[in-house]
């Protein structure tokens, strides 16, 4: 028995957003007419032998009304676990369950309907709605269940010492919902806010203050020394730090897509710095109780080997103690996609054990943080400048990075830091100069 995705092709549409995002391979050559043709497949995968086509079955996929019982349970499940273990109990949380269950339902039509709205192949619109699944689902529950549950998660959503539970809830949505569904827009992340929504301007106000809130006072919290290292606090950086520590710590893998520029391994660097051993010291970690992290980092190439990948992961566990948390770096993850050793399958492997055994201890609905901590598996950073297959993406959460549009903002942070007095439209004028000569090359 052999799970097959399909071999629908992406049309000209489809390849442009995704070079608005990252990298795509070019084989010119006779020689590789294969692989060019896998590049272009929505899942890249090898043709099956035409003996096997009358033995395929295709599933197809969940129904909205089927799909809408699914994620009316899940979310039911996860409120339950919460209300649970929380004893600060409030009236409205009926009402916050279930625009909760609906916005999530809009998120799946919002981002199938966006995918096929200038397609015209019927078999590649159903392809796209499997861009998007029940995974989906539970990862965002366990976004919005670690931010409620953990002082962590409370310390990025609160503005004030002391605020309603309603709140508390009502803002984990939103950065559920952005963490895990608008990341993975390229260019219109508003339009999503705006359809789930429905253009109501008192939700999208909130909605941008509480993601922006919680960018800006990670970033303003962490260790680090911006200035001295001359890096701006653009928003591709916040963005990609506030992901980053969501995710490691909510124990949900992250592939960030984008081309050179787009702050990727710098917030990498930066989080790592930041939460870095020994705990004892490190008094960002200890106010909030959070692990300190101690990476394991794996460089991907072609000749990345299955060996490769399962050695990093055994190196990552052996240093996740009591109060540390091994994590993974998987640096240009999608050149290993060329690997024949195929790699990724054992990359695959490694994140559904640790979902499976999180499902397990999960049971018990205890506190999420609780369940990471005894479930002791690792975290997975895994960063490309090369557009990924989405049967990799799916096993995580996905931000896609467009092209920067912050290199004037960029320039112009990094100079003020070191034109101290300077007529303040010197940086400004030299900034834009700059962002245009990079725009060129």
Same mark, same amino acid.
């Given at each position: 028995m052999k799970d097959q995705n399909n071999e629908n092709?992406?049309?000209?549409?489809?390849?442009? =957003? =995704?070079? /608005?995002?990252?990298?795509?391979?070019?084989?010119?050559?006779?020689?590789?007419?294969?692989?060019e043709e896998i590049?272009?497949? /929505?899942?890249?995968?090898?043709?099956?032998?035409? !003996? %096997?086509?009358? @033995?395929v079955l295709s599933f197809e996929s969940l129904k909205s009304t089927q799909e809408k019982v699914y994620i009316s349970k899940m979310v039911d499940n996860t409120f339950y676990s919460i209300l649970n273990n929380n004893d600060k109990k409030f009236r409205d949380y009926q009402t916050i369950r279930s625009s909760f269950e609906e916005y999530i339902s809009k998120s799946h039509s919002y981002i199938r309907k966006d995918g096929d709205s200038n397609q015209t192949n019927d078999d590649f619109k159903r392809n796209l709605a499997a861009l998007i699944s029940l995974r989906d689902v539970s990862r965002t529950l366990r976004v919005f269940q670690w931010l409620v549950e953990s002082k962590a998660g409370r310390f990025l959503l609160s503005e004030k010492e002391e605020e309603r539970e309603e709140e508390i809830f009502q803002k984990a949505i939103y950065l559920s919902l952005f963490v895990c569904y608008a990341s993975r827009q390229t260019t219109n992340k508003d339009q999503y806010f705006e359809a789930i929504f429905e253009r109501n301007d008192n939700l999208l106000g909130n909605c941008q203050n509480v993601i922006?809130? @919680?960018?800006?006072?990670l970033i303003e919290s962490l260790e680090y020394d911006f200035s001295k290292k001359m890096i701006a606090?653009?928003?591709?950086?916040?963005?990609?730090?506030?992901? $980053?520590?969501?995710?490691?710590?909510?124990?949900?893998p992250l592939f960030i897509i984008g081309k050179p520029g787009t702050s990727k391994s710098i917030s990498v660097e930066v $989080? +790592?710095?930041?939460?870095?051993?020994?705990? =004892?010291?490190?008094?960002?970690?200890?106010? #909030? =109780?959070?692990?300190?992290?101690?990476?394991?980092?794996?460089?991907?190439?072609? #000749?990345?080997?299955?060996?490769?990948?399962?050695? /990093?992961?055994?190196?990552?566990? !052996?240093?996740t103690k009591e109060n540390d948390l091994g994590v993974v770096i998987l640096d240009e993850v999608a050149l290993a996609e060329l690997s024949p050793d195929l790699p990724l399958k054992a990359l695959h492997s490694q994140l559904e054990e640790s979902e499976k055994e999180i499902s397990r201890i999960n049971q018990d609905n205890k506190k999420i943080q609780d369940i990471i901590k005894e479930n002791g598996g690792v975290s997975v950073v895994a960063i490309s400048n090369w557009v990924l297959d989405p049967s990799n993406t799916n096993r995580g959460i996905l931000l896609r990075r467009e092209s920067t549009?912050? %290199?004037?903002?960029?320039?112009?942070? #990094?100079?003020?830091?070191?034109?101290?007095? +300077?007529? @303040? +439209? $010197?940086?400004? #004028?030299?900034a834009s100069y700059l962002s245009k000569i990079y725009e060129k090359l």
């Open positions: 092709q992406n049309n000209k549409d489809q390849n442009k =957003e =995704e070079e /608005v995002c990252g990298l795509l391979f070019d084989y010119g050559d006779k020689k590789n007419k294969e692989q590049r272009n497949a /929505v899942y890249r995968v090898h043709k099956i032998p035409n !003996s %096997l086509e009358n @033995s922006e809130n @919680s960018q800006e006072k606090k653009n928003i591709p950086l916040k963005e990609n730090c506030l992901l $980053i520590f969501v995710c490691v710590y909510a124990q949900i $989080i +790592m710095e930041s939460l870095k051993p020994p705990y =004892e010291a490190n008094n960002f970690a200890k106010k #909030i =109780e959070l692990r300190t992290f101690r990476e394991s980092f794996l460089q991907c190439s072609p #000749i990345t080997t299955t060996q490769g990948i399962e050695d /990093v992961f055994k190196i990552a566990k !052996s240093k549009t912050q %290199l004037g903002t960029t320039a112009q942070q #990094i100079l003020c830091t070191k034109t101290v007095g +300077m007529n @303040s +439209m $010197i940086p400004e #004028i030299f």
